[in-house]
T-cell receptor, first 115, second 113 residues
Framework: EPEVTQTPSHQVTQMGQEVILRCVPI?????FYWYRQILGQKVEFLVS????????KSEIFDDQFSVERPDGSNFTLKIRSTKLEDSAMYFC?????????????FGPGTRLTVL | AQSVTQPDIHITVSEGASLELRCNYS??????LFWYVQSPGQGLQLLLK??????LVQGIKGFEAEFKRSQSSFNLRKPSVHWSDAAEYFC???????????FGTGTSLTVIP
């Protein structure tokens, strides 16, 4: 069964450093998403991506964040200069079409720890 | 603004007992409702979803959920819990006007022998 994969499973970084979180969505999916969950809080939407551009983003997704689909399989989230409050679990998801009524398939997450 | 509340942070049940996990949402129109489960080290797996029609929906692993518009609720139920059901459960709302999901904080389920 196809699944979304994410690497690394755990990333530790120093404050101010850049990190890139990687995701491989399901191969025939066209919509891609990043969510995050700070420990003990809700899973929060960051951004959705379709046709090589951002289709929707939340207020959390500021200039420190960027997303890219560098090739036909990977979807990345970059945080330019990490802050302590960026420590969270980051989930990638994909869906074959867009719209809030359709299932999004989630990866296992990357736990980011900023020291 | 849309929001989802899962009032129970942690629930412990005995194996074989029934289970109900609560979910309340706030949204001005009919929402699209989902329950996901996350086992340790795994991604969020869809258990079931509601879009329209019959308000009682059946999902995988013997789970069901009932949409109650009057209570703005979408509670998840299982008549007899198995030890393998121990996991984190997330309720989510999708909206017609966008792609994002709105999640609750999750309910952690522990199953005791």
């Amino acid at each position: 069964e196809p699944e979304v994969t994410q690497t690394p499973s755990h990333q530790v970084t120093q404050m101010g450093q850049e990190v890139i979180l990687r995701c491989v969505p399901i191969s025939n999916h066209l919509y891609f998403y990043w969510y995050r969950q700070i420990l003990g809080q809700k899973v929060e939407f960051l951004v959705s991506f379709y046709n090589n551009e951002i289709s929707e983003k939340s207020e959390i997704f500021d200039d420190q964040f960027s997303v890219e689909r560098p090739d036909g399989s990977n979807f990345t989230l970059k945080i330019r200069s990490t802050k302590l409050e960026d420590s969270a679990m980051y989930f990638c998801a994909s869906s074959d079409v867009g719209g809030g009524q359709l299932e999004q398939f989630f990866g296992p997450g990357t736990r980011l720890t900023v020291l | 603004a849309q929001s989802v509340t899962q009032p129970d942070i942690h629930i412990t049940v005995s194996e074989g007992a029934s289970l109900e996990l609560r979910c309340n949402y706030s949204y001005g129109a009919t929402p699209y409702l989902f329950w996901y489960v996350q086992s340790p080290g795994q991604g969020l797996q869809l258990l079931l979803k509601y879009f329209s029609g019959d308000t009682l929906v059946q999902g995988i692993k013997g789970f069901e959920a009932e949409f109650k518009r009057s209570q703005s609720s979408f509670n998840l139920r299982k008549p007899s819990v198995h030890w393998s059901d121990a996991a984190e459960y997330f309720c989510a709302v999708g909206v017609k006007s966008g792609n994002q999901f709105y999640f609750g904080t999750g309910t952690s389920l522990t199953v005791i022998p």
